[in-house]
């Protein structure tokens, strides 16, 4: 049963409108007042005109983020370099080597370029008998084309976007079975800058596992899992379906993971906000029992009405379940249902408090008096309480000073 008398009363007349907390607001120092501190030149004893001029300040600074979006590439080769292979290549003049396509086309190349540039087409020619001066490699199964921006890009790193874009998965699986890194690091890049559609990431994921490209096939699961419902529904899915059912296996698993994870993070979302909640219940009472709030307080507090909006966004909610408390006829913890949440609310701060002797929060030492006779389960229940509430209050804080600057 409760006490008889609380030791202090609550004023009852009603309570006007409050606003939300206000936001920390922190100073920072201005860039503006030391960079001419930086830039004033010192003046020396003796003035020679003859020493040039600092260089201006970079204008803009490259962040690893963004060199990171571009590809990694290093050439100071001049463009009259570059024209003289592509000219060599296009009139394949003294060329030793056809390498026949698909559409039974020839593209005519030179045997010691190829063996520089793939050391597998290197040992492939190197067992090829030559016939009438000239050796012959047949590449089935690929469009001409597809070959022909191969060969190009072996003699001078170029290539037309629109062939790229349009031979690209073609480019990718003959780059890893020709060993051509730089050529599959082109291929991949285009891919993952925005060349991935829901028609294509189905065969994009499977020849990124065949070709040894484990970032590009992380990058087709999360296109998948974010559009799932889209992507099931393409020929590039039925076709993987017949195929390779295990994939599909794998990939509805992995929707169900990421839905199971979505649905942790939430869960865990609401429950930092009823901690967070109770984090503001607790300095909305110790407001009330020691300031007072408008018209709400201890006894030796004189309240305006008129006074400033209230800081503390739990306090309008607190005051009206304090009203309740105090006016209840039944005030038992299991009687009454706002009660029994003014109870909790009370034993909670009790538990937080570390101030018992001179703390104006009523019934304060009166349940830490019954902390020493509780079981050992509740008692591990109301730890683990407390424990959680502080987390969110912490991290709360740490957000708060992150935004502001602090760290």
Known sequence: MAPSAIDYAWLSSPSEPFCKSSNLCVEEANPADILPVLETPIPFASDNSNIPKPPPLPSKICTRIEYSKRPRECSFVPKETKDTWETLFKEGYGADVCIITNEKSCVLAHSNV?????PVLGNVLRILKVKHGMRYIKIPGVPHGAVYALIRFLYSSCYEEEELKKFVLHLLVLSHSYSIPSLKRVCIFSLEQGWLTKENVIDVLQLARNCDAPR????????????????SSTEGWRAMKRANPALEQELVESVVEADTRKQ??????????????????????????KEGCRTIGPR???????????????????????????????????????CKRMWQLLELHSRMCNESDSCKVPLCRHFKGKMQKQSKKDETKWRLLVSKVIA????????????????
């Open 300 to 338: 030796d507090k004189v309240l305006k009405g008129s006074q400033g909006a209230c800081n503390f966004p739990a306090c309008k909610g607190l005051e009206t379940l304090v009203r309740h408390f105090s006016n209840c006829e039944t005030r038992v913890p299991g009687g009454c249902v706002h």
């Open 264 to 289: 942790e993070r939430q869960r865990k979302m609401e429950e930092k906000k009823v901690y967070l909640q109770l984090f503001e219940a607790m300095e909305a009472l110790l407001h009330i029992c």
């Open 114 to 118: 190829l063996s520089i540039a793939s």
């Open 392 to 407: 969110a209050k912490n991290a709360v804080g740490s957000l708060s000073c992150q935004s502001s600057g602090l760290f």
């Open 216 to 231: 590009l096939a992380l990058i087709c699961v999360r296109m998948v899992v974010k559009n799932f419902k889209s992507i």
